[in-house]
Each structure stands twice: as structure tokens, then as C-alpha cells.
């Protein structure tokens, strides 16, 4: 069974900077592309940024130059580095992994992070 499980999120005043993580463990063959979804109460779930297994990255235009999205093959792991923080990024934060198992390709979520920008 494959498990997303992400971490770093919390508390942060406007300015700010927070790192979320995101594992993959399980049996799989390979990753492809992971990114970070947000949801903001009452909102529908957005891309963040996300990244290929090339790798090439794409932003919301909300978080260009604010966010950097990365990814450790080696450890199976994204991440999001997030700087400048504004109240209106406060949201619960998703990652998403396309997981090749058997050959073929699966997605998957993981269970959330909560991130609350405010003073």
C-alpha cells in the first residue's frame, strides 16, 4: 500500500517561512510528476506548484517567487519551501503524487497540513 505523509506545517506571522515535506513509502516502481494542492475554507482545492520527475516546475501565479517546489528522488520526497508568507496563503496544504506501480499509474493524495498565516 502506498502512503503520502506530509509534515512542516503550522503557525506562522505574516513574512514568514514554513517548509512542508511530503514522504512516499509503500512498493511502487517509480514516481512521476508530485505537487502541492491548497484548500482554503469555503474554496475549492488549487494547484500550488508541481514537479515533474524531469524535473521541470510550474507556479500558481500567486505563490511565483514566493514558493520553490522541489523533490529528493532519492528519499521519495517533495517538498515546498514557502517564503514571504501572506494571510491569504492560509489553507489546508495537499500533496499529490502520480505513483507508477505494476506499470501503471496511480494518484494519490496525502491526508493534509494546515497552514495558518497570521499575526
Known amino acids: 500500500q502506498v502512503r503520502l505523509v506530509e509534515s512542516g506545517g503550522g503557525l506562522v506571522q505574516p513574512g514568514g517561512s514554513l517548509r512542508l515535506s511530503c514522504a512516499a513509502s509503500g512498493s511502487f516502481d517509480s514516481i512521476n510528476a508530485m505537487a502541492w494542492y491548497r484548500q482554503a475554507p469555503g474554496q475549492q482545492r488549487e494547484l500550488v506548484a508541481a514537479?515533474?520527475?524531469?524535473?521541470?516546475?510550474n507556479y500558481a501565479d500567486s505563490v511565483k517567487g514566493r514558493f520553490t517546489i522541489s523533490r529528493d528522488n532519492a528519499k521519495n520526497t517533495v517538498y515546498l519551501q514557502m517564503n514571504s508568507l501572506k494571510p491569504e496563503d492560509t489553507a489546508v496544504y495537499y500533496c499529490n503524487a502520480h505513483i507508477v506501480r505494476k506499470r501503471r499509474e496511480y494518484n494519490y493524495w496525502g491526508q493534509g497540513t494546515q497552514v495558518t498565516v497570521s499575526s
Open positions: 514537479i515533474t520527475s524531469g524535473p521541470s516546475t
